[in-house]
C-alpha cells in the first residue's frame, strides 16, 4: 500500500471519529429540554424507517407485493415490541416462505 492511500484512510479515519466522538463528550454538559430529549430519542426509528422503507418496495421490482407483506410483519412484530432480531428473523422467513409457495 503506497503512502498516498495510507494518509488517506488515516486521514479518512480521523475525520470520522471526531464527528461520532466530539457529540458524545459535549452532550453530556449540555442541558437539554424534555422535548429535545424526546426528539433525539426518536432519531434512531426515523432513520432506520428511511432506510428500510425503500428497500421493501425495491427488493424484487417484480415481486413487491412479498416485500410489503414482510416489511409488515417486521412492523406488527415490532409493535408488539419484540426484540429487533426475532423481527428480523420472523419477516426473513415469511419472506422466504412467500417465494417458495407462490
Known amino acids: 500500500m503506497d503512502t498516498q492511500t495510507m494518509v488517506l484512510i488515516l486521514g479518512m479515519t480521523a475525520a ?3 464527528s461520532r466522538s466530539l457529540p458524545a ?3 453530556e454538559h ?12 426518536l432519531i ?4 432506520m424507517s428511511a432506510l428500510i422503507f425503500p428497500g421493501v418496495f425495491m427488493a424484487d421490482p417484480s415481486r413487491w407485493d412479498i416485500g410489503v ?5 417486521a412492523a406488527l412484530l415490532a409493535w408488539w415490541r419484540l426484540p429487533i432480531i426475532v423481527c428480523v ?4 422467513a415469511v419472506v422466504m ?3 417458495s409457495f407462490f
Open 16 to 18: 470520522t471519529y471526531i
Open 25 to 27: 463528550a459535549v452532550i
Open 30 to 41: 449540555l442541558k437539554i429540554g424534555g422535548k429535545t430529549q424526546k426528539f433525539l430519542r
Open 44 to 47: 434512531p426509528y426515523t432513520a
Open 69 to 73: 407483506i414482510g416489511g409488515a410483519v
Open 89 to 92: 428473523i420472523a419477516a426473513i
Open 97 to 99: 416462505g412467500l417465494y
